[in-house]
């Protein structure tokens, strides 16, 4: 079956200090893979995507790329800021179908 | 008004109370889902209408009935509820069912509050 597995948080970085947050998957098919970000007190808001494998998506400093090779949907940002502070979800979506599977999303707290 | 939208964001109910949610997307989107967050758990998708039909139930208890009236609209009515139902319920929206999987972004709401006393 389908399953998304991300790092468990949470994750403290100072800011400006490099950020990765680990993602792979479990697909029969050939998925979509995302990335959502939830700030507090908010819902879930696309982060980036990618929609086939060495595709790589990037959206305000953040980027991942589909590696089928190793299942993995890595997701990196150079320099956080206090305001990457939330948590982020690693999705995959099949086709057809178009089911959602979330990972249990990781924590992150840049402090200044 | 544009994206998803939830009222109430905080509801607070006894456990023999009736209340519903309610969810609205003006994105011109044909899809709805409700899901619920509790903390430290994956988000579990409870409900997924596909142009107004309703085409997923999660084995979610009676005590939460859904209503799409239309592709705009979506409601969640709670009776009886348990104190095990104070979760983060969110709606969420996409273009529809059966799209190429990267076409189908989930656009969601900010989530209404429910703690059952």
Known sequence: GNSVTQMEG???LSEEAFLTINCTYTATGYPSLFWYVQYPGEGLQLLLKATKADDKGSNKGFEATYRKETTSFHLEKGSVQVSDS???FCALSDTPGNQFYFGTGTSLTVIP | ETGVTQTPRHLVMGMTNKKSLKCEQHLGHNAMYWYKQSAKKPLELMFVYNFKEQTENNSVPSRFSPECPNSSHL???LHTLQPEDSALYLCASSQHRGLESG?????????SRLTVL
């Open chain 1, 10 to 12: 949470p994750v403290t």
């Open chain 1, 86 to 88: 939330a948590v982020y």
């Open chain 2, 75 to 77: 409601f969640l009515h």
């Open chain 2, 103 to 111: 076409a189908n972004v989930l656009t969601f709401g900010a989530g």
